[in-house]
């Protein structure tokens, strides 16, 4: 199978950068810069393509890369900090900027250049960077400016290899795909034979000749990823199969009982339910904590701890399961060289005492837009395919501060009037428009309680309560998203709804930040 390497620097962009690559059916993976050339080499990889980063690439210690590899005869492009390291290894000079650039900036490209094939010569793009190619690499020659930039964009196009100062991958540099199309087609000649469609069937006859007859034990959680990674295991290898899920009173209203009722022994699939209610352990355990990541880290190794438990009344197992996917595993800092945005309970942290031989993690090489493709072939009700995506640490990271279940009741009956009002709202608009869905419907939505205590009045009484934060996105990927322009009038009706309803409750705020520079969820 072919495959395009990203070459990672730190950059917060990589993920996204491989998530470009695949939709073009090219299979991509993530490495850090300090991969030794040799392995590059073994790979063989179609084109490489190296991420941003947080640094200067001529200050000592910065992350950096061999000459050699723009020698491998193997096509390379630079993004951003890459295009830098590019240039300074190859004899070019990288200074301080004398105008920073950051955000939307108008573009001019060379239309000759394969690199920009079918983009117009105006354009725009996604700048951030405070450094900039002062004097290209010998053999190099600029294909693209801006205002304050004269090389935005070089190529050495004997060597194949190409370097842009700006971000291609995210959805703020418009032509950007088509960029990064060409790059792997035009310039890397891959011929797209990375596909989804017979994943399924691939993966289910692999799990079904490594399991035999052995005995599985897999951590349900009801998600998107943990549950196509159930029903994998449950098509190749049926009642060998046992599901735990841990209820830890972090999940949306009602849906611990909807989880059961899919995966119970009234649901659709051949495998063994085992649901545990442990809503007051953690309770109990995050009482007093408000740090956020510390938060994760307590929710993580208490589930740990419950899982241990069941699996010694089940005893020895041969294999354990984890929906572990390929962002998991790049956030936990394993994939390539960024710092860890956040700990995944499902990666690196595995059961000391749970007796299994081996772990499968049939999803962990791919992205969620993937996952759920897998789901759909699987024959999984499309309800649950496209679920919005909730954390692990569930509402424990959308409540800001200390969880208790006060705040749990709080939360979980806010965000059930939230998405209420917003599937009334789509169903209408559908109805008016002979079926057609709003162009506003947002790909995530949920609500948050922050930490604020706010003064009030209701009922001609003063209040001091907390203020609900309301989060919804519009996101191809979920590693970049745009606020979505919900309707004042559904946002009136669910302001009045929870401010009447939700006990608790005397404010309520709408969250308009993008990503970046925040994230999707609060913590």
Same mark, same amino acid.
Request: charged share 25%; hydrophobic share 40%.
């Given at each position: 199978m072919e495959k395009v390497l990203v070459i990672d620097f730190g950059g917060q962009y990589n993920q996204l950068v491989a998530r470009r690559v695949r939709e073009n059916n090219v299979y991509c993976e993530i490495y850090s810069y300090r991969t030794p050339i040799e392995e590059i080499r073994a790979m063989k990889p179609k084109g490489?393509?190296?991420?941003?980063?947080?640094?200067?690439?001529?200050?000592?210690?910065?992350?950096?890369?061999?000459?050699?590899?723009?020698?491998?005869?193997?096509?390379?492009?630079?993004?951003?900090?890459?295009?830098?390291? *590019? +240039?300074?290894?190859?004899?070019?000079?990288?200074?301080?900027?004398?105008? =920073?650039?950051?955000? %939307? #900036? $108008?573009? @001019?490209?060379?239309?000759?250049?394969?690199?920009?094939?079918?983009?117009?010569?105006e354009?725009?793009?996604? *700048? +951030?960077?405070?450094?900039?190619?002062?004097?290209?690499?010998?053999?190099? =020659?600029?294909?693209? %400016? #801006? $205002?304050? @930039?004269?090389?935005?964009?070089?190529?050495?196009?004997?060597?194949?290899?190409?370097?842009?100062?700006?971000?291609?991958?995210?959805?703020?540099?418009?032509?950007?795909?088509?960029?990064?199309?060409?790059?792997?087609?035009q310039i890397c000649g891959c011929s797209?034979?990375?596909?989804?469609?017979?994943?399924?069937?691939?993966?289910?006859?692999?799990?079904?000749?490594?399991?035999?007859?052995?005995?599985?034990?897999?951590?349900?959680?009801?998600?998107?990823?943990?549950?196509?990674?159930?029903?994998?295991?449950?098509?190749?290898?049926?009642?060998?199969?046992?599901?735990?899920?841990?209820?830890?009173?972090?999940?949306?209203?009602?849906?611990?009982?909807?989880?059961?009722?899919?995966?119970?022994?009234?649901?659709?699939?051949?495998?063994?339910?085992?649901?545990?209610?442990?809503?007051?352990?953690?309770?109990?355990?995050?009482?007093?904590?408000?740090?956020?990541?510390?938060?994760?880290?307590?929710?993580?190794?208490?589930?740990?701890?419950?899982?241990?438990?069941?699996?010694?009344?089940?005893?020895?197992?041969?294999?354990?399961?984890?929906?572990?996917?390929?962002p998991d595993v790049v956030e936990s800092g394993l994939g390539g060289e960024s710092a860890v945005i956040k700990s995944h309970h499902n990666v690196g942290g595995l059961p000391d005492h749970v007796d299994f031989r081996e772990i499968i993690e049939p999803l962990r090489d791919l992205f969620k837009d993937e996952v759920r493709k897998v789901g759909l072939a699987l024959g999984i009700p499309e309800h649950l395919v496209f679920r919005q995506p909730f954390p692990g640490p569930g509402l424990g990271i959308r409540i800001i501060g200390e969880v208790t279940a006060e705040k749990v009741r709080i939360v979980q009956d806010a965000d059930a009037i939230y998405r209420e009002e917003i599937a009334k709202a789509a169903a209408e608009w559908k109805e008016q428009h002979d079926g057609k869905m709003p162009s506003w419907i947002p790909d995530q939505y949920f609500a948050a309680l922050t930490n604020m205590r706010s003064v009030g009045v209701m009922g001609d009484e003063r209040t001091y309560d907390y203020a609900i934060a309301l989060r919804a996105v519009k996101t191809i990927d979920f590693m970049t998203a745009e606020s979505a322009e919900i309707p004042f009038s559904v946002l009136q009706t669910v302001m009045n709804r929870i401010i009447n309803e939700v006990r608790g409750v005397n404010r309520i705020l709408y969250d308009l930040t993008s990503k970046p520079p925040g994230t999707i969820e609060l913590e």
């Open positions: 490489i393509i190296l991420t941003g980063g947080p640094s200067s690439c001529y200050e000592e210690g910065a992350a950096t890369c061999s000459p050699e590899l723009f020698q491998l005869g193997i096509p390379v492009l630079g993004l951003c900090y890459g295009a830098q390291v *590019m +240039s300074l290894v190859l004899g070019g000079k990288v200074e301080k900027a004398p105008v =920073r650039e950051y955000g %939307h #900036t $108008a573009l @001019t490209v060379d239309n000759g250049s394969p690199l920009f094939t079918g983009v117009p010569e354009t725009t793009c996604w *700048m +951030s960077h405070f450094d900039y190619i002062s004097a290209l690499a010998p053999g190099f =020659r600029s294909i693209a %400016h #801006t $205002a304050v @930039t004269p090389v935005a964009a070089a190529e050495n196009r004997e060597e194949n290899l190409y370097a842009i100062q700006f971000h291609p991958e995210v959805l703020h540099t418009p032509e950007g795909s088509k960029m990064l199309r060409n790059f792997v087609y797209g034979d990375w596909r989804m469609d017979d994943f399924a069937e691939r993966k289910i006859k692999e799990i079904r000749e490594k399991v035999g007859d052995g005995k599985v034990l897999c951590a349900l959680s009801g998600g998107v990823d943990s549950s196509v990674a159930a029903v994998l295991l449950s098509k190749a290898v049926g009642r060998q199969l046992t599901c735990v899920f841990v209820d830890h009173g972090l999940l949306r209203k009602n849906e611990g009982d909807e989880v059961e009722e899919v995966f119970g022994p009234d649901g659709s699939y051949d495998l063994n339910f085992i649901r545990v209610n442990a809503q007051d352990r953690y309770y109990g355990k995050l009482a007093g904590v408000e740090e956020p990541e510390k938060k994760r880290k307590i929710i993580g190794e208490e589930f740990i701890r419950v899982f241990e438990e069941e699996a010694k009344k089940i005893g020895a197992v041969d294999y354990l399961v984890q929906g572990t996917i390929y």
